[in-house]
């Protein structure tokens, strides 16, 4: 029987593809509608839903307020609910994770990067640094960015990031294959994690927590 696993604020899922592939059954949970999330879906607020049930639980708390561009006026009155999802996971007493943006005061976090797993889309790799804290010790892959050209997939999905780096716009297919996601919009897209970071942190927990 595959352990169960809560994703907690789970957007389109790109989180659950990667616990779902490292053998997890996964519910996400999110307070907006999720149309396209891969598996079963329950709209909910992620922080009043009951976490009893499952043997692991993923949370992936707003970044806006602790990412780059709090600082260009893009964001306004974002939570800051880090804190408080800490607090809720550690009191069920079970294996948990908590995802979110450089900047973030994840405890002990480690950086999980696109290139460490050899993401990308012709001779561009895929440039997306999140961070990540776990109730157990997790070794990831360094950052290994080449020189070279990289591809980004940030903010509303426009190609003004591109255009100033490479001189051309992106494709949103080459955005969809740098990200290893093919089911989600732009929108989507541009808050997803990319489903191989959480395959391989669900592989380790899957490890630890069989000893």
């Known amino acids: ?30 307070i ?3 149309p396209r999330y891969p598996f079963k879906f329950i709209q909910a607020d992620a922080m009043t839903f009951p976490l009893d049930g499952f043997d692991v639980i993923h949370a992936s708390p707003p970044c806006q307020a602790y990412s780059r561009s709090r600082n260009n006026g893009m964001v306004k009155d974002s939570p800051r609910l880090i804190h408080l999802v800490r607090e809720r996971l550690i009191l069920t007493g079970k294996p948990f994770v908590i995802e ?7 405890h002990f976090p480690v950086l999980i990067c696109g290139a460490s797993f050899g993401l990308g889309t012709g ?3 895929l440039s997306r ?14 950052c290994i960015h080449k020189r070279g050209k990289t591809i980004g997939v ?14 051309r716009n992106i494709k949103e297919s080459e955005k969809r294959e740098a990200m290893g996601i093919d089911w989600m919009n732009r929108k989507e897209l541009t808050q997803a994690i990319p489903p ?11 490890e630890a927590t069989a000893k």
């Open 129 to 142: 640094h999140r961070i990540f804290e776990s109730s157990h010790l997790i070794l990831v892959p360094p």
């Open 196 to 206: 191989a970071y959480t395959e391989w942190i669900g592989r380790r927990i899957m």
């Open 154 to 167: 940030y903010g509303n999905g426009t190609n003004s990031w591109h255009r100033e780096r490479i001189g």
């Open 1 to 30: 029987m595959r352990p169960k696993l809560l994703d907690l604020f789970c957007g389109a899922g790109g989180c659950a593809m990667g616990y779902h592939r490292a053998g997890f059954d996964v519910v996400g949970v999110d």
């Open 123 to 125: 001779d561009m790799q």
């Open 100 to 106: 979110n943006v450089e900047g973030a005061p994840l």
């Open 32 to 34: 907006n509608p999720q």
